[in-house]
């Protein structure tokens, strides 16, 4: 498993783990019931405090991704990829509809929008 | 059962012109906590108080549960000073005799296999050490028993950066067993910042605060703006100010809020070391 954190992200070291982690389960990297390394060895491994890695699995447990029995370990939660997708869509729909309406009223055209869209992509 | 291996309360101690007031704070189980302060500000004196090798005029200290004074504690603590305490004609080879006298619970293996890792000479006297291979010595004579608490008392001070590193992957591969806790004292609060999941602050013999580490670096912030708008911010939404020449800088709990209810000022991330610089400077600039 690569982790790649950044110390001059303005995103906390605990999310930028939970995004990444998040992204190698929703890409195949990662399969459900896969043993995540435990949140002691992932500290040392990045050479950041238990508490930081523990916030993440807190958050990946939250959100379902990831399922942590006690005493054996953190795992791939089994759950279905398409499914997070479907809502991860919609949820972005509806912020883009939100834009688009801003952008409709306040004559923001949308080769413009478009372009900023393209721009976070990119980022 | 206990959750803490250091539990600390109401701790007082009362020298000639220094006073520690009222000192409590815990060191959890599996976690590394950063202890931080200026030189003076009793950070030495609380651990000498916490090995039972001062005594004090209040208060209570527990270590795995059990009473400081209680002498089996003392075989689960292992303990680093600033200064290398062994004897220049020594080689390592002679302090594993001397220690493995002293602890029963030695690891021969252990002590062997770091003085490898590490590359320090088994047959060479201290003597002949750099400043680095001494703390480095120091920490593994201090792990090889297989204590459940390390304390170091500015153990990292003086050494370069490469050798800090290691010894702060020593740290986190110490507490991979989650009984195991570290309480490191520093000044160089980068090391701290690095690893540490709770900080404590002690300034003038007081504790400051005592807070997750991961909470001081995302969410304290110092603002930085002209005498005019500093008088446009509410006192309570920050914790100090100071006034240099040029403009008014004050350290804030929440960022992100100033950050929303403030325009036009400048909100900047802190560091262990700003935080700390704040309390103890005050409003001096």
Same mark, same amino acid.
């Given at each position: 498993?690569?982790?790649?954190? /950044?110390? #001059? ?25 896969? %043993?995540?390394? /435990?949140?002691?060895?992932? %500290?040392?491994?990045?050479?950041? #405090?238990?508490?930081?890695? &523990? ?14 029995? #006690?005493?054996?370990? #953190?795992?791939? %939660? %089994? ?17 883009? &509809? ?13 080769? &413009? ?11 | ?5 250091? !539990? ?9 012109? !220094? ?12 976690? +590394? ?9 009793? =950070? ?41 305490? !062994? ?36 047959? $060479? ?68 910042? $690095? ?12 504790? +400051? !605060? ?13 603002? *930085?703006?002209? =005498? ?13 100010? *100071? ?9 804030? *709990?929440?960022? @992100?809020?100033?950050? *929303? ?11 262990? @070391? ?12």
């Amino acid at each position: 498993m690569e982790i790649i954190i /950044s110390n #001059s992200s303005e995103k906390p070291i605990y999310e930028q783990i939970c995004i990444q982690i998040k992204n190698l389960i929703m890409n195949g990297t990662l399969s459900a019931g896969e %043993a995540l390394p /435990s949140m002691r060895v992932l %500290a040392r491994d990045l050479h950041i #405090s238990v508490i930081t890695v &523990q916030r993440a699995y807190e958050d990946l447990t939250r959100d379902g991704f990831i399922e942590t029995v #006690s005493g054996k370990g #953190s795992f791939v %939660a %089994a759950q279905n990829r398409e499914f997070i997708r479907e809502e991860q869509l919609r949820a972005a729909e509806e912020l883009l &509809q939100k834009a688009a309406e801003i952008g409709r009223a306040h004559g923001i055209g949308y080769e &413009q929008m478009a372009n900023i869209l393209k721009l976070f992509y990119e980022e | 059962m206990e959750d803490n291996n250091i !539990f600390v309360q109401d701790l007082c101690k009362r020298f000639d012109g !220094f006073l520690l007031d009222h000192v409590s704070f815990r060191v959890p189980k599996g976690r +590394i906590v950063g202890f931080i302060g200026e030189n003076g500000a009793g =950070k030495s004196t609380t651990i000498h108080l916490i090995l039972n090798e001062l005594k004090r005029d209040g208060g209570q200290i527990r270590l795995f549960g059990r009473e400081n004074t209680d002498p089996c504690v003392r075989e689960d603590i292992g303990v680093v000073f600033d200064e290398c305490c !062994f004897h220049d004609v020594f080689n390592p080879s002679d302090i594993e005799k001397i220690l493995s006298g002293v602890y029963r619970s030695w690891d021969s293996g252990l002590y062997r296999q770091y003085l490898k890792k590490f590359g320090i000479p088994e047959r $060479k006297p201290i003597g002949s050490f750099s400043r680095g291979m001494k703390m480095e010595l120091s920490i593994i004579c201090a792990m090889a028993h297989r204590p459940k608490l390390l304390i170091l008392d500015e153990a990292t001070a003086g050494l370069d950066p490469v050798v800090r590193d290691e010894m702060l992957d020593l740290f986190l591969e110490f507490i991979q067993d989650e009984e195991c806790s570290v309480f490191l004292s520093s000044h160089i609060t980068s090391d701290i910042q $690095k690893v540490a999941d709770y900080v404590i602050l002690i300034h003038q013999g007081r504790i +400051i !605060f005592e807070e997750q580490k991961d909470d001081l670096i995302y969410h304290f912030g110092i603002v *930085r703006c002209g =005498k005019e708008k500093f008088a446009s911010i509410s006192p309570d939404d920050y914790l100090i100010h *100071r006034v240099t020449n040029v403009s008014v800088e004050c350290l804030v *709990r929440d960022r @992100e809020a100033v950050r *929303r209810k403030y325009r036009d000022i400048v909100v900047d991330n802190a560091t262990l @070391e700003d935080i700390m610089l704040f309390y103890v400077r005050g409003g001096a600039a």
